[in-house]
């Protein structure tokens, strides 16, 4: 029943920008960290940056200074705007909820979106 949906990816110049967005509904999310995920083809899924409930937010360090993790409670949502991508960001990217603090480990999140593909060209 709990289901996220991802939005806002697509292919963009590096240098240039995109804004993701993930809702999340089917119960209620007080409380929740959500966070985003990306995987590029033969890697492993890493880290990117999450944001807790009242609004504390942590990212990996190659993307400090260029993303903003931000969130709507009102709305269940959590956003990634990207600025000065790079073709090192071309990935498949997903947003994660989890109870309590945001925490960088994948195996600490209960629910997952679809991943949205975010490809950069150079």
């Known amino acids: 029943q709990v289901q996220l949906v991802e939005s806002g990816g697509g292919l963009v110049q590096a240098g240039g920008s995109l804004r993701l967005s993930c809702a999340a509904s089917?119960?209620?999310?007080?409380?929740?960290?959500m966070g985003w995920f990306r995987q590029a083809p033969g890697k492993e899924r890493e880290f990117v940056a999450a944001?807790?409930?009242?609004?504390?937010?942590t990212y990996t360090d190659s993307v400090k200074g260029r993303f903003t993790i931000s969130r709507d409670n009102a709305k269940n949502t959590v956003y990634l705007q990207m600025n000065s991508l790079e073709p090192e960001d071309t990935a498949v990217y997903y947003c994660?909820?989890?109870?309590?603090?945001?925490?960088?480990?994948?195996?600490?999140?209960?629910?997952w979106g679809q991943g949205t593909q975010v490809t950069v060209s150079s």
């Open positions: 944001i807790s409930w009242s609004g504390g937010s």
């Open positions: 994660a909820v989890k109870f309590g603090p945001p925490l960088r480990y994948a195996r600490e999140y209960n629910y």
């Open positions: 089917g119960r209620t999310f007080v409380g929740y960290a």
